[in-house]
């Protein structure tokens, strides 16, 4: 006796029953996060403990929506600060001949040299995507 006995797929609702309660079963067991830190994410601001602006900010925490207010900008401008005043550095890498090469690339790149087989790399190295027509 299977799934499809009559219809392609159908289920009784014996069957039915059956497994809602494997499903509830299964959802029970999981094993759940103490509260304290299932909490951590929705009340603290980034590197500053919750007890402390309370304690000391009194006027940032007068009620909860002022507090969310505030939080959501403080969070906002952290981390636009950290996109564009540490993250973003102005035309870093963009110079391509000025790489700094590593001990590797430059070992490699002295035996090739040595061998001969960087001038043929060289030569035969293509340089245009599309074909040149001589002039």
């Known amino acids: 006796r299977g799934l499809t006995t ?5 289920l009784s609702t014996k069957e039915m ?4 309660r494997a499903a509830c079963a299964q959802a029970l067991k999981q094993p759940r996060l ?4 299932s909490q ?10 919750v ?3 309370f304690r000391y900010f009194p006027y940032f925490c007068r009620d909860r929506v002022r507090f969310m207010l505030r939080f959501q900008q403080i969070s906002f401008f952290c981390g636009f600060g950290y996109f ?3 993250a973003h550095t102005p035309y870093k890498a963009d110079n391509y001949d000025h790489f700094d090469e590593s001990f590797l690339y430059q070992y490699v790149r002295g035996n090739m040299e040595r061998s001969g087989e960087l001038e043929e790399n060289l030569r035969i190295k293509v340089r245009h995507f599309y074909p040149q027509t001589e002039e």
Do not use: E, Q, R
């Open 84 to 86: 564009y005043l540490y």
């Open 34 to 37: 103490p509260s304290s830190l």
């Open 17 to 20: 029953s059956g497994l809602l």
């Open 6 to 10: 009559g219809k392609l797929w159908t």
């Open 40 to 49: 951590v994410n929705k009340a603290s601001i980034p590197f500053v403990p």
């Open 51 to 53: 007890d402390w602006v």
